[in-house]
Structures are given as C-alpha cells and as structure tokens.
C-alpha cells in the first residue's frame, strides 16, 4: 500500500533525495566508504558543504556580509544561541506559540524579555496585528510558522529593530527579503534535510556584540571562522540537504515552492471549510500553508478515532494533531504533491459520505 506521509517533523522527503542519500551511505563519492565514516575533513566531504552552503545563498537569494551554518542541537538551542550572541540588555518576542514561548523562556537567562503581544488565551488561533515594539529592545523575535497550531506569517515582517525568526517549518517554502533580519535558524527536519542539522543564517557584523564572554561553542563567530567545521558536523544530514536543495532548485526554487504551497492548501482548506465533519482551527487571514489544522465539530466529536482509523487504513499516516489543540494535522512541506493531498480529500469525502 503506498503511503501518504503528513507527519508534521521529522517529515516527508522528496523520494530521489532519500534514495541518492541512500545510496552514499553505502558508497559515499565512489570512496568505497559509507557516507556514515567518512572524514568530515576530506576534501570530498567539504564540497558537499561548500555546495550546500553555495544552494542555500542562491535559493534564498542571501546578500554579501551573512554567513551560512550547519549545527547541530536543533532550533530549541538556537533559543539559548540567538539571546547568548544577540541580547545586550533587552529583547522583545512575539509570543505566537509553544515553540515562541519557549524561546523566550531561555532568552531570560541572558537578560530582560518583553511579550509585545501573544494569543495564548485564544489557545493560538491567531497571530497578534496590534502590538508596539519597543524601539530600545536590540531584537525582535518570531516565530514564522506554528507547527502545532496551524498559524503563520507569509510575508516578511517589517520591523523597527532588528529582526530574528525561528523558521523550522515554513524555511524554503517562499521567498524570504534576508536582509531584513540579522539571523534566522530553522531545525531541518521540515523542509530542508533529515534531522539532525540546524540551519542558521547569521549576519557577520552584528556579532560579537555583547558584553558577555560566550563559550566557544555557542559563540557564531566561532562556526564562522571555522565555516562549520570546529567539531564533527552532522554528516549524513548535511548530505541529505544538499540532496534537498538540489530537488528545489530543479524544481523551480523558492517561487515554485510558494506556488505549490498555496495550491496545497488552497484544495485541502477548501474541503474542510465544504466538508460538514470539520472545521479549521485557526483564524483564516493566519492559516498556515504548511501545518493545515481541522477538529471535529462538536455533533461529530465521537468520530475522531474512527476517522483516523479511517485514513489510517488507506496509507495516510501523520494526521493526527497535537494534543494541545486535537483534531487532525495535515503538514504540507514541500515535499508533499497535490496527489497526496487530493488523496486525504477523497478520503475525507468518502468519510463524510460514510456517516
């Protein structure tokens, strides 16, 4: 039975880029080694970061003066990076989710935080449009896309002061204007690679600013002078995104994975809202295109397990949502085709036709 996979992290991949990242794993560049040993100091080993490094800055279209990185530890250390390189005095976050939450918590640690806005006590259908930045903050913090409640900004913030944004899930699925921030980071395992490597997207001159003496490892300028070599990098999942970046840029880039985003969610959306069964969680002008959140309405509530049951035994795996919010997850990445999911609509469909 094929699969239709909408795991919401680590999650769908392109399948040639699991197969020719396969294949190295047995035989990494005709060496007769497995990618798995070879030496990350090998000059064939450094040209899949130099190339990987080179795709990054072309499909994101990255200005002169930032640099590229591939660490390890995930976005949740980035929290404590970002406020460690960054926060001098003051920081202010934008509180648009679990992950936004957590991220200021660990910016405490290094200084004082301000919550300009937040919709928690709407449980997080919304993204805040009324709030006042403090001009005296050193940085702005977001969350582009909230992998659990389904909200999300598809445009680039215009901000005062500096700009700094987690973007796990929504990275390489639009164009992004990088030079309107001074670092963005995203965990791989949504749009760009396998788990295992964090993305960070630094702008040189803004660091080495803060009073603070860093350890050498959570200091950028560390990874900067050693373009990501000062410890072993994580091999396997810096190869399997550059296996990604390429499947982008073959594909159309960033515009082309915009454009797939938006039909997406355009066909899946517009069967929740027909579809007398569910209802979308979040606030429609804020509906992410990549996590597509839906519950039950209330006259249907008894029905959630057995349509779970019900996609679950037609291949469609990864649907079900988070428990803070319920209900059901579709996360469209962009690895995800319209096939798959017309196939969750017909599904759907036939659902509702059933009961």
């Known amino acids: 039975m094929k699969k239709y996979n909408f795991n919401p992290g680590p999650s769908m991949l392109p399948r040639e880029v699991i197969e020719n990242t396969a294949k190295q794993i047995l035989n990494f560049n005709g060496s007769g080694l497995s990618l798995m040993e070879v030496s990350h100091r090998s000059s064939d080993f450094q040209a899949v970061v130099d190339e990987s490094e080179a795709l990054i800055k072309e499909l994101l279209d990255i200005p002169d003066g930032y640099s590229v990185l591939f660490l390890g530890g995930g976005a949740s250390t980035q929290f404590m990076e970002i406020p460690a390189n960054f926060l001098i005095k003051k920081a202010?976050?934008?509180?648009?989710?679990?992950?936004?939450?957590?991220?200021?918590?660990?910016?405490?640690?290094?200084?004082?935080?301000?919550?300009?806005?937040?919709s928690k006590e709407a449980n997080y259908t919304y993204i805040p449009k009324e709030y006042s930045i403090p001009a005296d903050a050193d940085y702005l913090h977001i969350t582009t896309n909230n992998t659990i409640y389904g909200t999300e900004f598809r445009k680039?913030?215009?901000?005062?002061?500096?700009?700094?944004?987690?973007?796990?899930?929504?990275?390489?699925?639009?164009?992004?204007d990088v030079s309107k921030y001074d670092a963005i980071y995203a965990g791989a395992q949504k749009n760009l690679s396998m788990a295992g490597v964090t993305l960070v997207i630094v702008k040189n001159d803004k660091l080495g600013r803060?009073?603070?003496?860093?350890?050498?490892?959570?200091?950028?300028?560390?990874?900067?002078?050693?373009?990501?070599?000062?410890?072993?990098?994580?091999?396997?999942?810096?190869?399997?995104?550059?296996?990604?970046?390429?499947?982008?840029?073959?594909e159309g880039g960033a515009k082309e994975m915009d454009r797939r985003a938006h039909e997406r969610a355009n066909i899946l959306y517009g069967e929740i809202d027909r579809n007398k069964l569910f209802h979308g969680t979040a606030k429609e002008e804020d509906r992410s295109l990549m996590n597509i959140c839906f519950v039950m309405n209330d006259e249907y509530k008894?029905?959630?397990?057995?349509?779970?049951?019900?996609?679950?035994?037609?291949?469609?795996?990864?649907?079900?949502?988070?428990?803070?919010?319920?209900?059901?997850?579709?996360?469209?990445?962009?690895?995800?085709?319209?096939?798959?999911?017309?196939?969750?609509?017909?599904?759907?469909?036939?659902?509702?036709?059933?009961y």
């Open 210 to 250: 803060v009073p603070r003496e860093l350890p050498t490892m959570i200091d950028y300028r560390t990874h900067v002078k050693k373009g990501s070599m000062f410890n072993t990098p994580p091999v396997v999942p810096i190869y399997s995104l550059l296996e990604t970046m390429r499947w982008v840029k073959k």
């Open 156 to 176: 680039d913030l215009d901000s005062p002061i500096p700009l700094i944004a987690d973007m796990s899930s929504d990275i390489m699925s639009r164009p992004v």
């Open 92 to 118: 202010a976050y934008l509180n648009t989710g679990s992950w936004a939450d957590k991220a200021e918590k660990e910016a405490r640690h290094f200084g004082e935080t301000v919550e300009i806005a937040s």
């Open 302 to 354: 008894d029905l959630e397990k057995p349509f779970l049951d019900f996609v679950s035994g037609r291949g469609i795996v990864g649907v079900k949502g988070h428990r803070s919010v319920g209900g059901f997850r579709a996360s469209c990445y962009n690895a995800m085709t319209v096939e798959g999911v017309n196939f969750l609509v017909k599904a759907m469909k036939d659902f509702e036709a059933k």
